[in-house]
C-alpha cells in the first residue's frame, strides 16, 4: 500500500499552507498536465524500435557469472492468469534466503495479442520495508509495452506480442523475508491483451552456505515454425573445477509451453527432457499450474563439462515455443534442507535441546525428553512457517494457533511483550518438572495482539505441554517407562494438532522401518520427519584371523579357512557363502558370509590386519585399530598406527613409534617394529587378516531426532539432524552447519532461541544387520561413554523381548526404527482475493459486484461450492461456483444482484464455500481485502484504496489514476462526480471532501 504523503513522480505538490486557497491549488495542477505533454513530445521523438520477431535480437546469454558462498534463489509463478483485454492483476510471492544479495532481476511476462497493441506495465515490490513501485533504467514506472514500436531495452518483445519484461531489483530485495510483487497491465489498444504468464526472481545470495558457481542466462527466443527458428543454443562459458565430484542443476524458464509437444532439452549434446515445457508447474508454495509457463530445475551433474557447458532448446512439435531464462549452478552434492521462516526459524529446522530444567525419568535419572523435543521442532516449524513473517519474538502477537504463549516468568524473553515465539516460551526453569497434573487449559483463540499474558496459571512451556501430551515416562499413567513410545508420540501429536484445532491443515503418520529414499521424499514435499533411533549390538562377537591372505584384495571369501581368536581359540571356521551388501567387489564391512554347517548369517563388523610379533620371549597378536578405510596406510606407513591385542590378553593397546622394513616397502614378515614406551624391539612373525562378525542382535537403547535437511549423492545420502541430545558439529567437531558465531561452551538452553542450530550431518548405509531396520546411520556418536543416558529408553512394544544391557566392547549400530511424520493435509484453500463494484471507462457502473476467487491451498478443489454475499450483515445474494480449481488457480466471478450504495459507507462480506462444501485447511479466511489487508471491507464514495478513511492517499491516487492509467483502487470510488471517466474533476472533488466535507456522488446511490 502506498505510504500516505509521500512525494511520488507525477503526484500534486500540495502547498505547505494550504488554507483554503483553492486558486493555488488549481494553478499548480494545470502546470503538471503541460509538464506531462512536454516529457511525452520528447519521448515521440524518433527512435530504434527493439521488437524482434523470431527473437534473435534477444538471445539467451550470460547476464551475470562467478562463484559466492550461498545459492542462487529462484522462484516464480503460477501460469496464464486474468481476463483478456481488461485491466489484470498478477501476484506472487518470493521467499528469498538470509544472506546478502549481490544480484538480483525480476521479470514479467506479458501477452499482447499481437505485435501491433499497446498496453501498459506497473509492477509494485513489497519488501520489509515497504511497498515500492519498479522503475526501469530511465525511472518510468509505468512501461509502455508498444510492441514493433518498443524501444525499451528492458521490455523483449518477440513473435506475435510476447512480452519478457525485466527490472534490477538488487538494492530491492529483502533477504531472509517473504517479497511479494503485484504486477498490472492496461490497455492502450483494447484489443491489448494484458494477461500475464508469470513472475520470476533471480537472486544471487551471499551467505555462510556451502560454495556455489552460477551461470545466469537471460533473453527471448521465438521458436517457431513459420521461420524455420527450431531450436537454439545458449552457452555457459568458463572452467569447471573437478567437474565429476560436482552437482549440477540447470534452471530454465519457458513461455507458451504446451503438453505433449515433444520438444526436447540438452545439455552438452545430452537430452535432458522431452516435453521440458509442458505449461505446467509448482512454485515453492506447493500451488500448481497447467497454463503456459514453465519454470523447472533438471539434474545434469552426469552430463556436466570441465568446460564449454550449453544447452539447446528445440521446439518439436511445438508451433511456438519462447525460452527466456537458462541458469545453471554447479555445487558440492546437492543438500534440501528445511525453510528458513524469518518468525521464527531463520536457519531452518530448530534444534531445541533435551538436558534442561529436570527433564529426567524420575526412577532412572536418564534424560528422557529427547520425544517431546524434536515434536517441539517440528510444530514450532510449521508454526514459523504459517506465521506473520514480518513479526518478531516478543511482539505479542500471534496468528496461527499450533504454538501459543504459556505465560512464562517474567520478564520475557526477548521482549518486550508475552510472545508464542520467546525464547523462554520453549523452556522456563522456574515451572519445574513433574508436574503435580495437567497442563491448564487455554483460552480460545484469536488471530492478532495476544492477551498480556494468557490468563492462565504457570505450569510450563512448550516442550513441557508436548511432555505431557505424548506421556513421557508415563507422567499420565500409573505405570511410568522409560522414555516415549512411537503409538505415544503419534496420538500425542494428534490430541495436539485437534486441541490447537489445526487437525483441520496437518496430520501425523508414522512408518516403520523407512528407508532413506522415502525419508527424502517425505522431507522435500514439506513433511517435518522424526526418527526413532534405536541402538544395536550383537550379543555374539567373534574375532577370525587368517594368516595368508592380504586385507586389501578379497575378492571372493567363500572356500577360506579361519581360526577363532576370540572369544574361543582356536576353532576352525570354513566360509560357505557370501552376500556382498555394498557391491564393492570385495569382502568388507556390511557384508553377509556363513560357514560350512551354521545355518546363520554373520555379520561382517570389520575386516582389518592382524599381526603376530614376538621379542623372543613373548608372542602377541594384535589388531589394527584404524578401521578399514585405513587398512592401506597400516601397511605402507605402519609408524603412528594404533593396535591393540587379541591374544593372549583381550584388549590393551599398542603404538608402533619406529619400524625397520625389510626392504619390499610393506609391514611384512622379518620387519622389527617398536612401540611407545618399550625399547624392544618385536619382530613381525606374520601379517594376515582378521574379519570381526557379529550374531543375535539385542536391542540397547533408543532415541528420538528431528530430520533438518536430506543430502543424495550419486552413491551415498546423508541426513542432517536436529538432535536433542547430541550438538556433533559444533561440540563434536563432525560434519555440518551450526548458526555462524555460534560458542563451543554453552548452556543447553542457548537452543531455546531458535536462530541457533548444530545440524549434524551422517552417512546412510543401505543395509542393516540387526532386526531394528532397513538403514542405518554411520559414524553416530554413541559411545560407551554415552549409550548409559538411553539404555531402555523409547522401546517399541515389538522390541521388548529384544532388550538388554549395554554388552562392553561390542560395537553399538544406530539403526532408523520408525519415522514419525507431521504432514500437511491434501486438501484445498478457497479464499476471495479481491471484491470490486463494476465500473467501465465512458459506461459508468452497473451496480454489480465482482470478486475473485482463488484456491490459495496446496491441492486442489472441486466445484459445485457457493459463495455469498453481505451488506451491512444481511444476505444478499449467492453465486455457485461449479467448477473446480487447481492450486493457485482463480477465477473472476459476480453476484446476480444490483448493490444499492447508503452513505456514508456499506460494510461488505465475501464468504468463500459458505456452505463448508468443500473441505479446507483454512475455513476462516472467507475475505482478505485486496488493499488494506483487513477482514472484511468497507465501501465508500472517495475511499479508493479502501482503508476506511478519504485522505491524502485517496487523492494521489485518484491523481496517479488520471495522469497514468494507474489502476490501482476502486475505480467506483473514484468517480466521485459519476461522469463515467476518472479526470481531475474526480481529484479535485476528493481533495475537497477530505479538507472540507464536500459530498461526492458516486454511481449506485439511493
Known amino acids: 500500500m502506498k505510504k500516505k504523503g509521500a512525494p511520488r513522480r507525477g503526484a500534486i505538490q500540495i502547498p505547505k499552507q494550504i488554507g483554503g486557497e483553492k486558486k493555488k491549488m488549481k494553478k499548480q495542477c494545470i502546470v503538471i498536465p503541460i509538464a506531462v505533454l512536454v516529457l511525452l513530445a520528447a519521448l515521440s521523438m524518433p527512435t530504434m524500435a527493439l521488437y524482434s520477431g523470431n527473437g534473435y535480437a534477444f538471445p539467451i546469454s550470460t547476464s551475470t557469472n562467478g562463484t559466492i558462498n550461498g545459492e542462487v534463489y529462484i522462484g516464480g509463478g503460477h501460469g496464464v492468469e486474468g481476463t483478456p483485454y481488461q485491466p489484470n492483476t498478477y501476484y506472487q510471492n518470493f521467499s528469498v534466503p538470509s544472506?546478502?544479495?549481490?544480484?538480483?532481476?525480476?521479470?514479467?511476462?506479458?501477452?499482447?495479442?499481437t505485435e501491433e497493441y499497446k498496453g501498459t506495465l506497473r509492477v509494485n515490490y513489497t519488501n520489509a520495508t515497504g511497498?515500492?513501485?519498479?522503475?526501469?533504467?530511465?525511472?518510468?514506472?509505468?512501461?509502455?509495452?508498444?510492441?514493433?514500436?518498443?524501444?525499451?531495452?528492458?521490455?523483449?518483445?518477440?513473435?506475435?506480442?510476447?512480452?519478457?519484461?525485466?527490472?534490477?531489483?538488487?538494492?530491492?530485495?529483502?533477504?531472509?523475508?517473504?517479497?511479494?510483487?503485484?504486477?498490472?497491465?492496461?490497455?492502450?489498444?483494447?484489443?491489448?491483451?494484458?494477461?500475464?504468464?508469470?513472475?520470476?526472481?533471480?537472486?544471487?545470495?551471499?551467505?555462510t552456505k556451502p560454495e556455489v558457481q552460477y551461470w545466469i542466462n537471460d533473453g527471448h527466443w521465438n521458436l517457431n515454425y513459420a521461420a524455420s527458428h527450431n531450436g537454439n543454443t545458449t552457452y555457459f562459458d568458463g572452467t569447471v573445477v573437478d567437474?565429476?565430484?560436482?552437482?549440477?542443476?540447470?534452471?530454465?524458464?519457458?513461455?507458451?509451453?504446451?503438453?505433449?509437444?515433444?520438444?526436447?532439452?540438452?545439455?552438452?549434446?545430452?537430452?535432458?527432457?522431452?516435453?521440458?515445457?509442458?505449461?505446467?508447474?509448482?512454485?515453492?508454495?506447493?500451488?500448481?499450474?497447467?497454463?503456459?509457463?514453465?519454470?523447472?530445475?533438471?539434474?545434469?551433474?552426469e552430463h556436466l563439462s570441465s568446460s564449454n557447458n550449453y544447452a539447446t532448446f528445440n521446439r518439436g512439435q511445438d508451433p511456438y515455443l519462447h525460452p527466456v531464462i537458462s541458469v545453471l549452478t554447479v555445487k558440492s552434492p546437492e543438500w534440501v534442507f528445511k525453510r528458513s521462516y524469518p518468525n521464527y526459524a531463520p536457519n531452518g529446522m530448530p534444534d531445541f535441546n533435551q538436558t534442561q530444567d529436570n527433564w529426567r525419568n524420575q526412577t532412572t535419572n536418564q534424560w528422557s525428553f529427547c520425544g517431546p523435543t524434536a515434536v517441539a521442532n517440528c510444530l514450532w516449524w510449521f508454526d514459523s512457517k504459517y506465521a506473520n513473517q514480518t513479526g518478531t519474538p516478543g511482539d505479542g502477537w500471534d496468528n496461527f494457533s499450533l504454538v501459543r504463549d504459556y505465560n512464562e516468568t517474567p520478564p520475557p524473553t526477548p521482549g518486550p511483550n508475552w510472545d508464542d515465539h520467546a525464547f523462554d516460551n520453549v523452556n522456563d526453569l522456574n515451572t519445574g518438572w513433574p508436574p503435580a497434573g495437567a497442563p491448564p487449559a487455554l483460552p480460545a483463540f484469536t488471530p492478532g495482539p495476544q492477551p498480556q499474558p494468557q490468563p492462565i496459571p504457570r505450569w510450563g512451556e512448550l516442550i513441557e505441554r508436548l511432555a505431557w501430551y505424548v506421556n513421557t515416562?508415563?507422567?499420565?499413567?500409573?505405570?511410568?517407562?522409560?522414555?516415549?513410545?512411537?503409538?505415544?508420540?503419534?496420538?500425542?501429536?494428534?490430541?495436539?494438532?485437534?486441541?490447537?484445532?489445526?487437525?483441520?491443515?496437518?496430520?501425523?503418520?508414522?512408518?516403520?522401518?523407512?528407508?532413506?529414499?522415502?525419508?527424502?521424499?517425505?522431507?522435500?514435499?514439506?513433511?517435518?520427519?522424526?526418527?526413532?533411533l534405536g541402538f544395536w549390538e550383537p550379543e555374539e562377537l567373534k574375532y577370525l584371523h587368517n594368516a595368508t591372505i592380504d586385507p586389501r584384495y578379497i575378492t571372493d571369501p567363500r572356500c577360506i579357512w579361519w581360526h577363532e581368536l576370540y572369544p574361543n581359540y582356536c576353532n576352525e571356521y570354513h566360509c560357505d557363502s557370501w552376500i556382498d551388501t555394498n557391491k564393492d567387489g570385495k569382502?568388507?564391512?556390511?557384508?553377509?558370509?556363513?560357514?560350512?554347517?551354521?545355518?546363520?548369517?554373520?555379520?561382517?563388523?570389520?575386516?582389518?590386519?592382524?599381526?603376530?610379533?614376538?621379542?623372543?620371549?613373548?608372542?602377541?597378536?594384535?589388531?589394527?585399530?584404524?578401521?578399514?578405510?585405513?587398512?592401506?596406510?597400516?601397511?605402507?606407513?605402519?609408524?603412528?598406527?594404533?593396535?591393540?591385542?587379541?591374544?593372549?590378553?583381550?584388549?590393551?593397546?599398542?603404538?608402533?613409534?619406529?619400524?625397520?622394513?625389510?626392504?619390499?616397502?610393506?609391514?611384512?614378515?622379518?620387519?622389527?617394529?617398536?612401540?611407545?614406551?618399550?625399547?624392544?624391539?618385536?619382530?613381525?612373525?606374520?601379517?594376515?587378516?582378521?574379519?570381526?562378525?557379529?550374531?543375535?542382535?539385542?536391542?540397547?537403547?533408543?532415541?528420538?531426532?528431528?530430520?533438518?535437511?536430506?543430502?543424495?549423492?550419486?552413491?551415498?545420502?546423508?541426513?542432517?539432524?536436529?538432535?536433542?541430545?547430541?550438538?556433533?558439529?559444533?561440540?563434536?567437531?563432525?560434519?555440518?552447519?551450526?548458526?555462524?558465531?555460534h560458542p563451543t561452551s554453552y548452556s543447553p538452553a542457548l537452543h531455546n532461541n531458535a536462530s541457533y542450530v548444530s545440524h549434524d550431518y551422517y552417512f546412510v548405509v543401505n543395509s542393516s544387520p540387526s532386526p531394528g531396520g532397513v538403514n542405518c546411520i554411520k559414524g553416530y556418536p554413541i559411545s560407551p561413554y554415552t549409550i548409559e543416558n538411553f539404555q531402555g529408553m523409547n522401546v517399541p512394544h515389538e522390541f521388548i523381548p529384544n532388550q538388554s544391557t549395554y554388552i562392553p566392547d561390542h560395537p553399538i549400530h544406530t539403526e532408523i526404527e520408525y519415522a514419525i511424520v507431521v504432514s500437511p493435509k491434501?486438501?484445498?484453500?478457497?479464499?476471495?482475493?479481491?471484491?470490486?463494484?463494476?465500473w467501465t471507462d465512458g459506461v459508468g457502473s452497473d451496480c454489480t459486484i465482482k470478486y475473485i476467487i482463488k484456491n490459495v491451498g496446496e491441492f486442489s478443489a472441486r466445484g459445485n461450492h457457493s459463495t455469498h454475499l453481505y451488506v451491512n450483515s444481511q444476505f444478499k445474494a449467492s453465486d455457485l461456483v461449479t467448477y473446480g480449481l487447481q492450486p493457485g488457480a482463480s477465477f473472476e466471478r459476480n453476484f446476480s444482484y444490483t448493490w444499492t450504495y447508503t452513505p456514508p459507507s456499506d460494510d461488505i462480506a465475501i464468504f468463500a464455500d459458505y456452505n463448508n462444501t468443500v473441505e479446507e485447511t483454512d475455513e476462516n479466511n472467507w475475505y482478505v481485502d485486496w488493499l488494506s489487508g483487513t477482514t472484511n471491507?468497507?465501501?465508500?464514495?472517495?475511499?479508493?484504496?479502501?482503508?476506511?478513511?478519504?485522505?491524502?492517499?485517496?487523492?494521489?491516487?485518484?491523481?496517479?489514476?488520471?495522469?497514468?492509467?494507474?489502476?490501482?483502487?476502486?475505480?467506483?470510488?473514484a468517480d466521485a462526480n459519476k461522469d463515467t471517466i476518472i479526470d481531475l474533476g474526480d481529484v479535485l472533488d476528493i481533495f475537497d471532501h477530505f479538507m472540507h466535507g464536500k459530498d461526492l456522488n458516486c454511481w449506485c446511490e439511493v
Not at 544472506?99 to 495479442?113: D, I, K
Not at 489445526?502 to 517425505?522: C, G, Q
Not at 601397511?635 to 587379541?646: A, G, L, M, S, Y
Open 99 to 113: 544472506g546478502t544479495v549481490e544480484w538480483a532481476r525480476l521479470y514479467v511476462g506479458v501477452w499482447g495479442a
Open 131 to 207: 511497498t515500492y513501485s519498479l522503475q526501469d533504467s530511465n525511472g518510468n514506472t509505468v512501461l509502455t509495452l508498444a510492441g514493433v514500436n518498443d524501444t525499451n531495452p528492458e521490455v523483449w518483445c518477440t513473435g506475435h506480442g510476447v512480452y519478457w519484461v525485466y527490472y534490477n531489483v538488487t538494492n530491492t530485495v529483502t533477504p531472509g523475508f517473504i517479497n511479494n510483487v503485484t504486477a498490472s497491465t492496461n490497455q492502450i489498444d483494447p484489443e491489448f491483451d494484458g494477461r500475464m504468464y508469470g513472475i520470476v526472481l533471480i537472486a544471487v545470495v551471499n551467505s
Open 243 to 301: 567437474p565429476a565430484k560436482k552437482s549440477a542443476t540447470l534452471h530454465t524458464v519457458y513461455l507458451t509451453g504446451d503438453p505433449g509437444d515433444s520438444d526436447t532439452l540438452s545439455f552438452n549434446g545430452q537430452l535432458v527432457a522431452s516435453d521440458a515445457a509442458d505449461g505446467c508447474g509448482e512454485d515453492e508454495w506447493g500451488n500448481s499450474w497447467c497454463y503456459a509457463f514453465d519454470i523447472d530445475s533438471w539434474d545434469v551433474t
Open 473 to 532: 515416562d508415563g507422567i499420565k499413567t500409573p505405570q511410568p517407562w522409560a522414555g516415549t513410545t512411537v503409538s505415544n508420540m503419534a496420538q500425542g501429536i494428534n490430541d495436539w494438532l485437534n486441541d490447537t484445532e489445526r487437525d483441520n491443515m496437518l496430520y501425523v503418520h508414522v512408518e516403520k522401518a523407512p528407508n532413506a529414499t522415502w525419508i527424502k521424499n517425505e522431507v522435500v514435499k514439506c513433511e517435518d520427519v522424526i526418527l526413532l
Open 587 to 741: 569382502l568388507s564391512p556390511s557384508d553377509l558370509i556363513d560357514f560350512d554347517g551354521d545355518p546363520k548369517k554373520w555379520y561382517v563388523e570389520d575386516v582389518t590386519i592382524t599381526i603376530a610379533v614376538t621379542n623372543e620371549t613373548d608372542v602377541m597378536y594384535l589388531e589394527f585399530e584404524g578401521g578399514y578405510d585405513q587398512i592401506n596406510q597400516a601397511i605402507t606407513n605402519p609408524v603412528c598406527t594404533w593396535w591393540h591385542e587379541i591374544y593372549p590378553t583381550f584388549c590393551p593397546s599398542f603404538h608402533i613409534v619406529n619400524w625397520i622394513d625389510n626392504g619390499n616397502g610393506e609391514l611384512d614378515f622379518c620387519d622389527y617394529i617398536q612401540f611407545d614406551g618399550d625399547p624392544r624391539w618385536w619382530h613381525v612373525e606374520e601379517v594376515g587378516t582378521d574379519i570381526i562378525i557379529g550374531n543375535h542382535w539385542v536391542r540397547v537403547g533408543g532415541h528420538y531426532v528431528t530430520v533438518a535437511g536430506v543430502n543424495y549423492t550419486a552413491d551415498a545420502c546423508m541426513l542432517a539432524f536436529s538432535d536433542p541430545y547430541f550438538d556433533n558439529n559444533v561440540s563434536g567437531g563432525g560434519p555440518g552447519w551450526s548458526t555462524p558465531g
Open 826 to 838: 491434501p486438501i484445498p484453500d478457497l479464499k476471495i482475493t479481491k471484491a470490486w463494484v463494476n
Open 937 to 973: 471491507t468497507t465501501w465508500e464514495c472517495g475511499d479508493v484504496n479502501n482503508d476506511g478513511t478519504v485522505d491524502l492517499g485517496d487523492v494521489l491516487d485518484t491523481f496517479d489514476r488520471f495522469m497514468y492509467n494507474d489502476r490501482q483502487l476502486h475505480e467506483w470510488a
